[in-house]
């Protein structure tokens, strides 16, 4: 017997006392980066991606957020510069928040035509016509006090709310953004919105509505980012627990009902797995916000050489899209970009 059939022989045997089926291998589609890509289930593309930036006022401002290591307060023509920069590397969208250098109790710059948002839809709209423009719709970034809306005594009182949120909205939708998207989580303000931007004559302009917004801890970068922190209380009242995903169903459905083109589910990684009951419960287009504690929690390990960040950025990115979102929006949106060119 030669040294080859004897191997063989051996490992016929061995194979067959550990009770051994060897006729389904998985691994042969492991064996190398070709054959894996070939079987991939989940595709991570740049255009998945929406690009959040922050606007503020002045001209050739980059100022850096020191909680979001990478990520810069942009004056309007800086703002330009970074979408374009982010069109080349394949990203196809951009969200748009704005922060005024004056601000009030009633946040009456959120719908002001020369308010940096606004100014920034209009550049990019001549710089980069092909970028879709997506634009937050919330107070929070406005108001003196930091809260999402209309405060009477402590407390947020929803129509009133609604009503500036129109008003902030139909001033996107003039300027020619593509999207509005509310992410304040009043009652009702889907359907408001919707009925203005249709009188108006701006039927082709879609809603993204943060429908799933939970009153999570990892917004603290944004808050300083957008400067946005509340002078008092909190956002309990509007914001939900993050121990329900019956309610999330119910809040998504009722947004449908009223106008949504695209439902939001905000963070995204602790909360996966709603993610997924609303793709399958619902099967329309569905996005998911990797917030900034999100980001910033991925770059301070990196910093400090816990964690591969290239290597967690697409992990955590594709486990997003394969929860089932459509659409992810991540501040990691051009660096993701560049490495899977």
């Known amino acids: 017997m030669t040294q080859n059939s004897a191997y063989q022989a051996v490992k016929t ?39 959040p930036l922050f606007v503020c006022e002045g001209r050739g401002v980059r100022r850096p957020i020191s909680s979001m290591p990478g990520v810069s307060q942009l004056s309007v023509d800086e703002a330009v510069r970074e979408a374009e920069a982010a069109a080349g590397e394949g990203v196809r969208a951009v969200m748009l928040f704005g922060l005024p250098a004056h601000k009030d109790a009633v946040g009456s710059k959120a719908s002001a035509a020369d308010a940096p948002v606004q100014e920034a839809i209009r550049a990019l709209k001549r710089a980069a016509p092909a970028m879709v423009v997506t634009t937050d719709v919330c107070l929070c970034e406005y108001t003196s006090h930091g809260h999402c809306g209309i405060v009477e005594g402590d407390e947020i009182v929803n129509d009133a709310t609604v009503e500036r949120l129109v008003a902030a909205a139909v001033s996107h939708a003039a300027a ?42 990892f917004y603290g970068p944004f808050r300083e980012a957008a400067d946005s922190t509340p002078q008092f209380g ?55 916000y990797q917030v900034s504690g999100e980001y910033s929690m991925i770059k301070a390990a990196a910093e400090r050489g816990w964690i591969d960040e290239d290597r967690a950025v697409l992990e955590t990115l594709t486990s997003i899209r394969r929860a089932g979102a459509d659409l992810i929006v991540t501040y990691f949106a051009r660096h993701a970009a560049r490495l899977l060119a």
Do not use: W
């Open 13 to 51: 045997s061995n194979t067959a006392s550990a009770g051994l089926n060897l006729s389904r291998r998985p691994r042969r589609l492991r064996r190398t980066e070709a054959i894996r890509s070939m079987v991939r289930e989940t595709r991570l593309t740049p255009d998945a991606f929406i690009y």
């Open 176 to 217: 020619g953004a593509d999207f509005v998207v509310p992410s304040d989580m009043m009652d009702g303000r889907v359907a408001a919105i919707r009925k203005a931007l249709d009188e108006r004559g701006f039927d082709r302009v879609g809603i993204i509505s943060h429908a799933v917004k939970y009153c999570s801890g």
């Open 234 to 288: 909190d956002r309990r009242s509007h914001q939900m627990d993050p121990a329900n995903v019956e309610e999330a169903l119910r809040e998504v459905e009722i947004d449908l009902a009223e106008g949504a083109d695209v439902v939001m589910v905000k963070p995204a990684l602790p909360y996966l797995d709603v993610v997924t009951r609303v793709k399958t419960r619902f099967g329309q287009p569905t996005g998911a």
